[in-house]
């Protein structure tokens, strides 16, 4: 008996990593297991490699599962608005009936292009009194869903070798993208603008905010300042899970998958093998999982390229 425990949680733990099928026999009698992991996999181009050959429509074809029609009428802030995966959010969240609020240091034609709702400039995430200012600067109502996207990775690779470590740029990272979604979500919390048992809240992190993945994906360490960002990141997110809960405030923490955007363009070797999207994709994976953050969910931290989890 022990022997079989034993057994049965060898192969569980082998598997914690790899959706997969076994069929082993207990006691003569032969037993089919579907072992669907809840984690997603770490290493980034056997991911996709796995997606592709398995066919995986959610991971390669969002349109094949995505419903936006929770979307219509909703009133959605969007943080960083103006570019990138901000841009594309707006773009989608505007073709599917959504009231987009872009909160931006400063928009874009292409953002002013859509008509938003509202769009607030001056909002620089770093900033206490601009963060604080949203509250008085909203004019249209309450807030259904806040994604806050906007976010910073400094261009050059920081490794202790060579002297090559940014400190004031680590402390930026960490100030755009770990304590700017809380200013954020403070600002509008206390100003009566999420409102209880119904608003929703996103933070766009990044796998990069796994510890367990970086001896995966970052074998010689380095990236030090992005990587402790998206750590302070998702230990932000899980903390405003838990002090939203009682308010029935729901808040997913999702990486946004690998898109191409100005802040990857630095990758755009690997875009292809690496399984990379253009922005548009990649909006719609997040909005995906936006539609599916509820309280029974809240503070789980989800991979939107294929809706599974990421390990802390
Ligand atoms: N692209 C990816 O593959 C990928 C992967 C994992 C996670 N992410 C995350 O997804 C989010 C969006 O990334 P992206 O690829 O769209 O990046 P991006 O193209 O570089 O855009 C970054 C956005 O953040 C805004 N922003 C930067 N610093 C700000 C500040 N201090 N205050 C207010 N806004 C600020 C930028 O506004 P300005 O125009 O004013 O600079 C811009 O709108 C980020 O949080 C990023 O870490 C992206």
């Known amino acids: 008996m022990f022997r079989t425990v034993l057994f049965a949680f060898a192969l569980v733990s082998t598997t914690a990593f790899t959706p997969t099928t076994r069929v082993f026999g207990?006691?003569?009698?032969?037993?089919?297991?579907?072992?669907?992991?809840?984690?997603?996999l770490p290493d980034q181009p056997a991911r996709f490699a796995k997606?592709?050959?398995?066919?995986n429509a959610r991971h390669l074809d969002i349109d094949s599962c995505y419903d936006p029609a929770f979307l219509a009428g909703k009133r959605v802030a969007v943080t960083g608005a103006n570019r990138g995966?901000?841009?594309s959010l707006a773009k989608e969240l505007t073709a599917q009936g959504a009231k987009v609020v872009g909160l931006v240091r400063k928009s874009s034609p292409e953002l002013d292009a859509l008509n938003p709702d509202e769009v607030i400039t001056g909002i620089d995430v770093t900033s206490d009194e601009a963060c604080a200012s949203i509250g008085g600067k909203v004019k249209n109502g309450p807030i259904d869903i806040l994604i806050n996207n906007a976010g910073y990775f400094y261009e050059p690779v920081e490794k202790i070798e060579g002297g090559e470590l940014n400190f004031s740029e680590e402390m930026k990272m960490i100030d755009i993208c770990a304590v700017g979604p809380l200013r954020v979500t403070s600002a509008l919390y206390n100003?009566?603008?999420?409102t209880?048992?119904?608003s929703t809240i996103a933070m766009i992190t990044s796998q990069g905010g796994?510890?367990?993945?970086?001896?995966?994906?970052n074998p010689d360490g380095g990236d030090y300042g992005h990587h402790m960002s998206k750590a302070a990141a998702n230990m932000m997110g899980v903390l405003v899970a838990q002090e939203m809960r009682k308010f029935g405030?729901?808040?997913g923490i999702l990486h946004p998958g690998f898109n191409k955007t100005e802040m990857t363009a630095k990758y755009a070797k690997i875009w292809e093998v690496e399984g990379a999207v253009d922005a548009e994709v990649g909006a719609k994976r997040v909005l995906h999982e936006v539609g599916r953050i509820n309280m029974e969910t809240t503070g789980k931290f989800i991979n939107c390229e294929d809706g599974l989890e990421i390990p802390w």
């Open 85 to 87: 995966i901000g841009l």
């Open 210 to 217: 796994s510890i367990d993945w970086r001896t995966t994906q």
């Open 196 to 198: 209880k048992e119904k």
């Open 191 to 194: 100003a009566n603008l999420l």
């Open 249 to 251: 405030i729901a808040c």
């Open 26 to 40: 207990i006691r003569g009698v032969h037993t089919t297991l579907r072992m669907a992991s809840r984690y997603s």
């Open 51 to 55: 997606a592709k050959a398995e066919k």
